[in-house]
């Protein structure tokens, strides 16, 4: 994956999900400035790194399905009942994006309407 395409990412994650480049970092464990020159191409994002950015922009995608940015910001870092009261900001930092994706699917398919 390109510089370009990183960048594209980093910026489709931050205008659906109202999301700066600080809570990018911390959902991904690494630091703002990393963020920033993975922008600006001066870098690229560890393999590791790279498989949790598009899972993350995975979601952010799905959640627009639902909310407008602000909102989808807002559910992502508030804990979340279906989530036994975990925020998906939290399960996401500790790997476990599947999960997420599965509650999301369940709003998507109607489960919890």
């Known amino acids: 994956m390109n ?11 931050e205008r659906k999900c ?8 911390s ?17 690229f994002p560890h393999p590791h790194t790279q498989k949790a950015l598009l899972g993350l922009e995975y979601v952010v995608d799905l959640l627009g399905d639902f909310y ?15 989530l036994g009261g975990a ?8 790997g476990r994006i599947d999960e997420v994706v599965a509650i999301l699917n369940q709003l998507r398919d109607g489960v919890y309407r």
């Open 68 to 82: 407008e940015p602000q909102e989808a910001r807002l559910w992502l870092f508030s804990p979340q009942k279906r």
């Open 18 to 25: 109202a999301m700066r480049s600080v809570d990018v970092a």
């Open 27 to 43: 959902l991904l464990g690494t630091w703002p400035e990393t963020v920033s020159r993975w922008k600006h191409g001066k870098s």
């Open 3 to 13: 510089a370009n395409a990183i960048a594209s990412k980093l910026e489709a994650i």
């Open 87 to 94: 925020t998906p900001a939290a399960l996401i930092q500790q």
